[in-house]
């Protein structure tokens, strides 16, 4: 018989970034069908039910390490959620700050208060495809000790951040295949990431005016349609359930086949990028 608990999230501590919009609104919504006690952070407030709210700028550390204390003060904390993000159309300091180097003060500062089992599932974009080919600058700024030499980092490397959006995405993903190992051999916890492709949240306007309509219109979908929030957050709650328990180091390409396209030769990448840049009237 199958075991209804494998999905099931009851009794557990979960921490939601980003839940008061989107993909983590989605997300925080079925974990507390699911029995998950939800704790939600995010600059803004949530209309999804939660166990506690903690408004947090990630772009600030001091405002971090006060919603660590606060959520670990009730215990462990099983699963994280990282799913707050900026799109392109933020100064591309601020991006990375939100995208990356917030995420990973928040993961980082966490670990020592989730257990063996326990997981941290965050999301990328399809924006974040090309990371193999942009390996050796992920790696240098991951390769930074702490949060205040990343941002010296990006800072001295304006032109590697690029708008800041397709960066954070890459190095959101070579950052999960470079902990997998490590957290999974010293702490037993688990690390994956999605990265979805175009989703109709409040982020879908904001990279429009961006990119232009021309470009998301020809943008590959196999399935026909974007793909709705709810739709990119059950990918991630699996990720961190117990029926994912042999699964870390992952990316799961929730792009309708996108990926498998540019990666087959079937997509033509540098076309894309022409018609983006002649959007921007570059």
Not at 124 to 134: D, E, K, L, M, Y
Not at 232 to 239: C, G, K, T, Y
Request: charge should be negative; hydrophobic fraction near 40%; proline fraction near 5%.
């Amino acid at each position: 018989m199958v075991d209804a608990g494998k999905f099931g999230y009851e009794g557990q501590r979960v921490l939601v970034t980003g839940g008061g919009s989107g993909m983590g609104e989605a997300a925080a919504r079925i974990l507390g069908d699911l029995g998950a006690e939800v704790h939600i952070l995010d600059v803004r407030k949530p209309t999804v039910a939660n166990h506690a709210f903690h408004e947090t700028d990630l772009a600030d550390p001091k405002a971090i390490d006060e919603t660590v204390a606060a959520v670990t003060k009730g215990g462990k904390l099983d699963a994280l959620f990282n799913c707050a993000g900026l799109s392109q159309i933020h100064p591309p300091q601020k991006v990375m700050l939100v995208n990356y180097l917030g995420h990973r003060y928040l993961t980082e500062a966490l670990l020592d208060h989730i257990p063996e089992g326990g997981a941290i599932a965050s999301i990328s974009s399809g924006a974040g495809v090309g990371w193999q080919g942009n390996m050796a600058n992920c790696m240098e700024l991951i390769g930074q000790p702490d949060w205040a030499a990343g941002k010296a980092w990006c800072e001295a490397h304006p032109v590697e951040v690029r708008e800041g959006y397709s960066f954070s995405k890459e190095t959101i993903i070579v950052w999960v295949l470079m902990n997998a190992m490590r957290l999974g051999s010293e702490r037993k916890i688990r690390i994956n990431c999605i990265a979805p492709g175009p989703t109709d949240t409040n982020m879908m306007p904001e990279i429009v005016s961006d990119v232009g309509q021309d470009f998301m219109d020809s943008y590959p979908k196999p399935l026909g349609r974007n793909s709705t929030a709810e739709e990119q957050a059950w990918p991630i709650v699996f990720l961190n359930s117990p029926s994912a328990s042999a699964v870390s180091g992952n990316v799961i390409y929730s792009d309708q086949g996108f990926a498998g396209g540019l990666f087959t030769g079937q997509v033509d990448i540098a076309a894309m990028m022409e018609s983006a840049l002649k959007a921007k009237g570059m």
